[in-house]
């Protein structure tokens, strides 16, 4: 009875061990995780500097941060509210701060990113969503342009969408949408978004 036993240990053993032999790979199914929204702690600045790697000074580490940009911020509102009154927008840099020993910091900015909130009558209308974000991007895009914010490369637009209580979101990057054809908009819009 024991050897019966002592076979059920082994054998499991021996079969893991001949299949990580053979070079066979496998793998586990992945979690489908979500980005939840999330708080940023922000400190307001009134300029930013645009600095690239290169010009990193040494002796210091870096942390990814967020900076308020209140100035565009306003401008990034009054330009909203013009196609969409009761709409929020505002502006914030992405980058690096670059912290000394003595904990001081430069921030060296690498983007400006756009977080637009605006009322729907009903979260499931694609099609509404889709033709609100090609409205919105399209302005911003002409108002604001790479170049002339604060960072080198393209940002992100940040859409939340709210309709009685509830709340939807939508996030993609400034040069994927520049990709697609000018055209597009309303339910196809945010299938290739999503896509």
Same mark, same amino acid.
């Given at each position: 009875?024991?050897?019966?036993?002592?076979?059920?240990?082994?054998?499991?053993?021996?079969?893991?061990?001949?299949?990580?032999?053979?070079?066979?790979?496998?793998?586990?199914? &992945?979690?489908?995780?979500?980005? #939840? +929204?999330?708080?940023?702690?922000?400190?307001?600045?009134?300029?930013?500097?645009?600095? $690239?790697? $290169?010009?990193?000074?040494?002796?210091?580490?870096? @942390?990814?941060?967020?900076?308020?940009?209140?100035?565009?911020?306003?401008?990034?509102?009054?330009?909203?509210?013009? *196609?969409?009154?009761? &709409?929020? &927008?505002?502006?914030?840099?992405?980058?690096?701060?670059?912290?000394?020993? =003595?904990?001081?910091?430069?921030? !060296?900015?690498?983007?400006?990113?756009?977080?637009?909130? *605006?009322?729907?009558? /009903?979260?499931?209308?694609?099609? /509404?969503?889709?033709? *609100?974000?090609?409205?919105?991007?399209?302005?911003?895009?002409?108002?604001?342009?790479?170049?002339?914010? +604060?960072?080198?490369?393209?940002?992100?637009? @940040?859409?939340?969408? #709210?309709?009685?209580?509830?709340?939807?979101?939508?996030?993609? &990057?400034?040069?994927?949408?520049?990709?697609?054809?000018? =055209?597009? #908009?309303?339910? =196809?819009?945010?299938?290739?978004?999503? !896509?």
């Amino acid at each position: 009875m024991n050897r019966i036993w002592l076979l059920w240990g082994i054998l499991p053993a021996g079969v893991l061990i001949a299949f990580a032999c053979s070079g066979l790979r496998f793998s586990l199914p &992945a979690r489908n995780l979500q980005k #939840t +929204p999330f708080e940023i702690t922000t400190v307001a600045i009134t300029s930013v500097p645009v600095q $690239t790697p $290169t010009e990193y000074p040494p002796g210091c580490y870096f @942390n990814w941060a967020y900076k308020n940009l209140p100035e565009l911020s306003s401008l990034v509102q009054a330009a909203v509210e013009e *196609l969409y009154p009761g &709409a929020e &927008a505002h502006a914030q840099v992405y980058g690096e701060d670059c912290i000394y020993a =003595d904990r001081h910091a430069d921030f !060296h900015a690498m983007e400006t990113d756009f977080f637009i909130t *605006l009322p729907v009558a /009903d979260l499931q209308n694609n099609g /509404d969503q889709g033709k *609100l974000i090609r409205q919105t991007a399209d302005l911003l895009l002409a108002r604001f342009p790479t170049g002339e914010t +604060p960072g080198t490369q393209p940002g992100r637009f @940040n859409f939340r969408f #709210t309709s009685s209580g509830r709340e939807s979101y939508m996030s993609f &990057a400034m040069a994927d949408y520049q990709k697609l054809p000018p =055209d597009l #908009t309303g339910a =196809d819009l945010m299938r290739a978004l999503i !896509h």
